[in-house]
C-alpha cells in the first residue's frame, strides 16, 4: 500500500467512526467550531495553488457512514486494483494521479460523482446531507480588512496560508505550520498556538 496508507486508514475512520481529522501541521482558530453549520455532514478545505481542483485532506469532517467517504474508500480500491494490475508501470500511475497527490484526487473524484454540484461554500445533496468547503489561501492574497485577527503572513517557505470561510469572513486554521521534511516552524503560527496556551 506504501504511501497511500494513511490517506486509506483516514478514509476508513471517518467512514467507521464519523468526526474530525486533523494533521499534526493544522493550528485550528477558535473559530472553526462555529463556523460549521449545526447540519453540515460534511467538510474540508479546496487547497490552494496548482492544487485547488483537489481537497485538502490535512482536515476532515463527516458522519459516521457518509457515503461520500465510502465512495472514496470504493475509488480507493479501484485505483488499488489497477495499479496492481499486469502491466501497469506503478510509478507513472502515481504520479499521473494528480502529481502524486493520489488521495486529495481520489477525494475528489470520488465526490464529483456522488454530488451533481461543484465545491460551493455550501452545498446540500440528496438524503439531508451538506458538504460545507473552506478555502486555502496564501496569506497574501486575503484582503486583511476582511479578515480581522488575520496574521501577516511574514514567517516565509510554506507558512504563510490560511483556510478561510469566505463568506464570514473569518480564518478557521492556518495549514502547514510545520514542515516534517524540512523540520522547519512557522514563527508566526507557533507564536500564536503560544498564546493560546497550547
Not at 36 to 61: D, K, M, N, W, Y
Request: net charge positive; proline share 6%; glycine share 8%.
Amino acid at each position: 500500500v506504501g504511501m497511500v496508507k494513511s490517506d486509506i486508514c483516514r478514509l476508513a475512520m471517518m467512514y467507521t467512526l464519523g468526526g474530525y481529522y486533523f494533521d499534526t501541521d493544522i493550528l485550528v482558530t477558535p473559530e472553526l467550531k462555529a463556523q460549521i453549520a449545526p447540519e453540515t455532514t460534511f467538510a474540508t478545505v479546496r487547497a490552494a495553488g496548482a492544487l485547488s481542483a483537489s481537497f485538502f485532506q490535512a482536515f476532515l469532517g463527516a458522519s459516521q457512514k457518509h457515503p461520500l467517504m465510502e465512495l472514496a474508500l470504493k475509488e480507493f480500491k479501484a485505483w488499488y486494483d489497477k495499479l496492481h494490475a499486469p502491466g501497469v508501470n506503478q510509478a507513472q500511475m502515481r504520479v499521473s494521479t494528480a502529481n502524486g497527490n493520489i488521495g486529495t484526487a481520489l477525494l475528489r473524484k470520488a465526490y464529483d460523482s456522488w454530488s451533481q454540484d461543484g465545491p460551493m461554500p455550501k452545498v446540500s445533496h440528496p438524503g439531508g446531507h451538506v458538504s460545507q468547503f473552506f478555502e486555502e489561501t496564501p496569506i497574501n492574497q486575503l484582503p486583511r480588512a476582511q479578515y480581522p485577527g488575520l496574521l501577516p503572513g511574514r514567517s516565509g517557505f510554506i507558512c504563510d496560508y490560511a483556510v478561510v470561510n469566505k463568506p464570514t469572513s473569518k480564518v478557521v486554521l492556518y495549514s502547514r505550520v510545520y514542515d516534517s521534511h524540512h523540520h522547519h516552524e512557522c514563527s508566526e503560527e507557533v507564536k500564536l498556538m503560544r498564546s493560546m496556551g497550547r
